[in-house]
C-alpha cells in the first residue's frame, strides 16, 4: 500500500460530536477529531472501546450529519462500506445483495472479484445459508463491487477465529493495493492495523480525540517481525500516557 | 387427516341439526347441493357470483394500495403519523353500515359508491397492518442503503417491500374476507345483482336453501382464491427463508 501520489485528500475535522442521553444530559463522544488522509492510503484507528470510532466513521460516511465539524471528501466518488454486522438483505442471495449497490459492476468483474474472496460457490445463496465468515466476505465483496474511492471498515474482521481473520486480511490488502482508493479501518487489534496500514491514529477514551498519529514507512506488505514489534511497543505507551481527561 | 375427520363432524351436525330443526329453518348439506346445481344450471350463480367477485376484487386492491401507500407513509413520517392518525382512529370506529349508506345518500346507488364504500371500509385496517410493519423496517439496512447511495425506487422494492411483506399478506388475509363480507351488504342495499341482492330476495322468500347455496358457493371461491392465489404467493415470498425439515 504505497502512496498512489495523487490528489484527492479527504479531509476531516470533527470539532465536536454528542448525543442527547434519555435522561436529557448531553454525552460528548467526539471532540476535535482532526486528520487528513491522500488518496491511496490507508488510515487505521485504534482506540478504546465504546470511544466513539463508530460514531466518527458514521459521519465520514454521511450518515450522521447532526455534528460540529466539516468532513471534505472527493466529490463523486462512491462509498464502499462494512459495517461492524455483514448488514446483508436476507431475501436476496449473495449475487443480488452485490448487484444491488454495484449495478454497472460487469460479470467479468464481478466473477473475479468473488473469486478473490472464495465466494464463488456461494453466489446463488441465501446470506441465511452462510456462516459469520462467509457473510463478511460477501460484506467486503460488495463493498469492492462498488469500485469506491473510500472504502471505510468498522472492525470487518471482529469475532472470527485467527486464521479466518489472517487470510481475510490478506485478501483485503490485496484488493486494497489493486486500486487507488482511500481506506479507513477501525480495529482494536494493532497487529492488524500495522499489517494493512499507511497511518497509525490513535484515539482517547470518550471524547475521543487523536492522542498520535504513527506513519508506517515500510511499504513492504509482509513487515518484519521486528518492526512490528517496535510499533507496538509505541502504541502500547502512548495508549498508556492518553489517561482520559479528568 | 384431522382436517377430514373435522369435516365430516361438520357435516354430521349440519344434519342432525337439519333434522331438529326441520328443513324449513335448516335444510340438509343434499337440498343445499341440489340447489347451487340448479342456480348453475340457470345461470344466475356465475352471473351473481361474478358480480360480487368483481366489486370484491376492485375494492380490495383499491384499499390495498392507497393502505399500503399511507401505511408507509405514517409509519415513516413523523409528521404524516401526527396528522392522519386522528383520522385513523374516527375510519376505524366508523360503522361499516354507516359508511356505505352515506355513500349512496352522496353518490346515488351506483357502482362507484358501492366500491368506495367497501374500500373505504378495508382501509383503515390496511393503513394500520402497514404502518406496523413501516415502524419496524430494520434502521441498519436503510443506513447500508444510504451509504451505497441505493436509489429509492430499488430501496422501496428490495429492502422495504420484502420487510413488509409479511404485514401485506396478514392485511390481505384478514382484508379479503372482510371485504366480501361488506360487499354482501353493499349489495343488499343498493345493488341490482350479486350474492347480497340474491340472499336479499331469498330473506324476502324466506328461502334458506338459497341463502346457504349463495353463501356456501362463494366460501368456495374465497377458498380456491386462498389456496391458488395467496398461499403459492407467500411461499414465492418467504422462500428464502430456512425451512424447518
Redesign the interface.
Known sequence: MCPAGESGLLDVRIERKSFVRASGDHLEVLHDVAFTLARGLVGAFVGPSGCGKTTMLRIIAGLDHAFDGTVLRESGGAIGMVFQEPRLLPWRTVDDNVRLVAPDATENKLSALFDVLELAPHRLHYPGELSLGLARRVALARAFAVEPSLLILDEPFVSLDHALAARLRKELAKLVESRPLTTLLVTHDVEEAIGLADRLFLLSARPAHIVAELPIESCDATRSADQVASIKAEVARLLKTAAPPS | MLRLTSIAIFLAAWYAGSALAGHQMLPGPAAVLTAIVDEARSGALPLHLGATLARVLLSFTLAMLIGTALGLLMGRVRLADRLGDPWLVVLLNLPALVVIILAYVWGGLTEAAAIAAVAVNKLPNTIVTIREGARALDP??D??A?????PWR?VIR??VM?QIAPYLAAAARSGLSLVWKIVLVVELLGRPNGVGFEIGIAFQLFDVTRILAYALAFIGVMLMIETLLVQPLERHVSR???RAA
Open positions: 441498519a439496512l443506513e447500508m444510504r451509504v451505497f447511495a441505493v430499488k428490495h429492502v420484502p428464502w427463508r430456512i
